[in-house]
């Protein structure tokens, strides 16, 4: 049996790695940062060795964007260290290691879709300690070993974007939500099963970097608005700019009826990645975002 190590259990995508783990004949470890620091390599490398870890999912990541810009030395260690740790030992080890990245290794001036292999140039210290990592990991370059970068995720698990406005769609009349970013949204869990079907097909030499984000093109207002018709909620849903409100994230704040707040961190307005590279190597299908956002409210749903 395959014994997979799943770091960031409790974030959006490792509670999905969760949720999906008896559809697939692999043994998980699902590990958080209480029951293992991956900012300390011995630590790393004797759980590793104990139990004969034969892949590394690194879900972990130090994801307060805000915070990351008074707190750069905890998000470097997260984001950047663990990533080079986890690389060191996977090469060391021969293991497959799947790292997940970010949108926001860009700076989101693109006027069409980003490639893989487009420049990088992060607008703060959250995409630049994730850019760290990702050229740590290649430098180390473990075998069989990829980098996904993703955007806008959200999970029927944590607080993100879909599970505020639904909140708030519940306690206003009306909301005013950014129109001037546009992107993609990520289920995280169809990310997570995208990862777990593609695992038996990575074969690579050197550290290969890969797009994944449901299919569409749309804003936060759109996400938003949509949101609202699909739940039935009857909340108005105007649009704002970027510069009236900043930084629609998982941690939103709510000012007069607005979603959002003057925040240090700046976000990328264009943030829509191509996926032509993982589906034609892979041979996948990516879900449209009205589809997975369908799926996510009746999981919610279901749940209550």
Request: aromatic share 10%; no cysteine; hydrophobic share 35%.
């Given at each position: 049996m395959t014994n997979i190590l799943v770091t960031g259990s409790k974030g959006q995508v490792g509670s999905e790695l969760q949720a999906l783990a008896d559809d697939y004949e692999y043994d998980f470890y699902f590990t958080d940062r209480d029951s293992l620091d991956i900012t300390k390599k011995e630590q790393i490398k004797a759980f590793v060795n104990k139990n004969k870890i034969d892949i590394i999912i690194?879900?972990?990541?130090?994801?307060?964007?805000?915070?990351?810009?008074?707190?750069?030395?905890n998000a470097d260690r997260v984001n950047h260290l663990a990533t080079r740790y986890l690389s060191e030992i996977a090469k060391e080890?021969?293991?497959?290691?799947?790292?997940?990245?970010?949108?926001?290794?860009?700076?989101?001036?693109?006027?069409?879709?980003?490639?893989?292999?487009?420049?990088?140039?992060?607008?703060?210290?959250?995409?630049?300690?994730?850019?760290?990592?990702?050229?740590?990991?290649?430098?180390?370059?473990?075998?069989?070993?990829?980098?996904?970068?993703?955007?806008?995720?959200?999970?029927?698990?944590?607080?993100?974007?879909?599970?505020?406005?639904?909140?708030?769609?519940?306690?206003?009349?009306?909301?005013?939500?950014?129109?001037d970013q546009v992107g993609t949204p990520t289920y995280a869990s169809d990310l997570a099963k995208a990862i777990l079907d593609i695992l038996p097909q990575i074969k690579n030499k050197t550290v290969e970097i890969y797009h994944y984000s449901n299919e569409g093109v749309l804003s936060w207002y759109d996400f938003a608005k949509e949101i609202m018709r699909m739940a039935k909620l009857d909340c108005q849903i105007n649009p704002i700019e970027t510069k009236e409100y900043l930084a629609l994230n998982a941690d939103t704040t709510v000012s007069k009826g607005k979603v959002g707040c003057q925040t240090p961190a700046k976000r990328p307005h264009y943030s829509l990645l191509n996926k032509a590279k993982i589906k034609k190597e892979f041979n996948i299908k990516i879900p449209y975002w009205k589809d997975s956002l369908d799926a996510c409210l009746e999981t919610l749903r279901e749940r209550k």
């Open positions: 690194n879900a972990a990541a130090y994801t307060a964007v805000d915070k990351a810009e008074e707190d750069e030395v080890k021969n293991i497959k290691l799947i790292h997940i990245s970010t949108d926001y290794v860009f700076d989101g001036k693109n006027y069409k879709p980003y490639n893989e292999d487009d420049a990088t140039s992060p607008n703060g210290v959250y995409g630049a300690t994730k850019l760290a990592g990702e050229l740590a990991m290649q430098e180390i370059s473990p075998q069989n070993s990829i980098i996904i970068r993703t955007s806008w995720v959200y999970s029927s698990f944590g607080a993100n974007f879909v599970k505020t406005m639904l909140r708030l769609g519940k306690e206003r009349d009306s909301l005013g939500v950014i129109f």
